[in-house]
């Protein structure tokens, strides 16, 4: 692989897109690629870039410790850039930067260089769609992203063990609203999927009919058995299911009870306003927060006021309502559009 193949690559990318910095074998001997790296670097410090490191027939820890051919070009640069000493360390500290981050190997685990270069590029696509889901969150959704990121740390999804995740919270602060969030930005990342939004109601039909639901959404199979082929299919496949809404025990138990159906790095997130009802068989429980005061104060904004601001003579109204709602984003969204095209003193009343 040449040198300059680099290029074609991470050429001039727009502001918060992805580079894929390929390294190999004598890739240190070119000034012009070292050159084109501490853009890369310069372009994730100051733009966010993302940088997914690709090693190609040479190993991290030579990139690391710069053995090898990247010793011996180093030494060149050394005798040619006598008088820009300066420029070689930058050189240097660049490549131990990258080897840093979280990338492909083509040596690790005996990869094909078809599974190394369809791993590399999988890996990219699945970070832009997950970018891409975050980028196309509703801009009302105030103070989603850090809860959002709360949760997925929770669900570990890289692990292979079976997961269930438990989110309870007061009604209207915004549990569907997450986790709905959260099933769209990490879908990808399983083999089928199924959101079940009201298991309170749709468990008034009887719980075959909502179990009958998940198999069809994911086997595409209507069956109120579940076999040894539906076992067998299922222990394949690594499923996510969201189970929103539950207010009885009896109903997880029913539907994702046996952990030993779903294939390794399965989850399973539940949603339910009493804490007191899922007590057990939830591996990670997270309670959902009320939004703090400025957080709540914003989405009141957004929705009373839309783009214009208020006039300093309703901060008093406004800490009263933002007090009187005491961070439940459904009470703020209400209030907020009930108050949109009333007068002030119409607040008052």
Known sequence: MAASSSSLIYGSNP?????????F???????????ELLEILGCNETRGQIIVPAFYHVSPSNIRKQTGTYKKAFAEHEKRFKKMKDKVQKWRAALAQVDNLSGWDLNQHDRSEY????????????????KSSSDHLDPGLVGIISRIERVESLLCIGMTNIRIIGIWGMSGIGKTTITRAIFNRVANKFDDVCFLANVRDDAKNGLNQLQEKILFEILDKRSLNINDFTRSRLRRMKILIVLNDVNDSEHLKFLVGDRSLFGLGSRITVTYKDRQVLNNGIDELYELERLNFY?????????AFKQNHPSKDYEELLRKIINYAQGNSLTLKVLGCFLLVRSKQEWKR
Do not use: H, M
């Open 115 to 130: 599974e190394f270069v369809d791993g590399t590029v999988k890996d990219v696509l699945d970070r832009l769609n997950q």
């Open 295 to 303: 957080e709540a104060l914003q989405l009141f904004r957004a929705n």
């Open 15 to 23: 502001p918060d897109q992805y580079d894929v910095f390929i390294s």
């Open 25 to 35: 074998g004598d890739y240190a001997s070119s000034s012009w690629c070292l050159n």
